[in-house]
């Protein structure tokens, strides 16, 4: 789940995408977005909607949200993850 501004840069950052593109997938302004990062290490306060959209547009880029008490992302298994191997996939064959 998406609850603190820097969980939400980070997620941004994780799949290169600027404020603006996402600002346009999550149909909210861009304004709103720079507000939610904004909170750092706080909770992301304002419409649940708005919050609920950011989220939902990231996870279909491709971001996983964490959470048990620390927030957290990753890439979901399947995304593009620059050529990155998932721990549960490591075998002697793609050892470098």
Same mark, same amino acid.
């Given at each position: 789940?998406?609850?603190?501004?820097?969980?939400? &840069?980070?997620? @941004? #950052? !994780?799949i290169?995408?600027?404020?603006?593109? =996402?600002?346009?997938?999550?149909?909210v302004?861009?304004?709103?977005?720079?507000?939610?990062?904004?909170?750092?290490?706080?909770?992301?306060?304002g419409?649940?909607?708005a919050?609920? &959209?950011?989220? @939902? #547009? !990231?996870?279909?880029?491709?971001?996983?949200? =964490?959470?048990d008490?620390?927030?957290?992302v990753?890439l979901?298994?399947?995304s593009?993850?620059?050529?990155?191997?998932?721990?549960?996939?490591?075998?002697?064959?793609n050892?470098?």
């Amino acid at each position: 789940m998406l609850t603190i501004g820097y969980q939400l &840069a980070a997620a @941004r #950052a !994780l799949i290169g995408m600027d404020r603006t593109t =996402l600002a346009k997938l999550a149909k909210v302004g861009e304004e709103t977005i720079t507000t939610m990062e904004s909170a750092k290490d706080s909770a992301i306060a304002g419409h649940l909607e708005a919050l609920a &959209a950011v989220q @939902r #547009a !990231l996870e279909a880029a491709g971001v996983a949200f =964490l959470g048990d008490g620390y927030p957290g992302v990753r890439l979901k298994n399947g995304s593009q993850n620059g050529g990155s191997i998932d721990v549960e996939d490591l075998t002697s064959e793609n050892d470098e």
